[in-house]
């Protein structure tokens, strides 16, 4: 019995320990209007003012390629607002794929391309628009290049 006490007080100090570490993002199951995506290619992290804000991951399913865009919870405890935009890019990240955008969003899906034929990157950025623009002082982070 005293054993059992022991082990139930150390998973009770363990668990908040464990939730507090910071870790890689994990996306949501899946984006609207599709049941089922794997991740391709590597995660990218898109840096602000010397802190990761958010990871980019680019995913396949239902016919279609899409951008997830995760903003890490160290940088939502330390802003109180940022905007931030997913999309898939082809032509080498030069075409932009109906981007998905959002204020304070915590996890975003862009929406599905038709791209899987072409070489495709996940892409996502701060700002508020359809393409990040460097000089409006965007920050933009690609995937690499899925084929």
């Not at 668990?15 to 910071?22: K, Q, R």
């Not at 965007?138 to 995937?143: C, E, G, H, Q, R």
Request: proline share 5%; with cysteine; glycine share 12%.
């Amino acid at each position: 019995m005293r054993v059992l006490a022991k082990i139930a007080t150390a998973a009770a100090i363990a668990v908040p320990m464990l939730v507090a570490i910071p870790g890689a993002a994990n996306a949501a199951a899946s984006p609207s209007g599709c049941s089922s995506v794997t991740q391709i290619g590597s995660t990218a992290y898109l840096n602000v003012g010397g802190q990761t804000m958010a990871s980019v991951k680019q995913y396949k399913g239902c016919g279609k390629n899409y951008s997830y865009l995760y903003v890490w919870e160290g940088y939502r405890n330390t802003h109180s607002s940022w905007d931030v935009c997913t999309a898939i890019v082809t032509n080498g990240g030069h075409d932009v794929q109906d981007p998905r955008c959002g204020h304070n969003s915590v996890e975003l899906w862009s929406f599905g391309a038709a791209t899987l034929a072409e070489c495709t990157q996940g892409l996502g950025w701060t700002g508020y628009g359809p393409i990040p623009y460097p000089s409006d002082g965007d920050i933009a982070v690609k995937t690499d290049v899925r084929c």
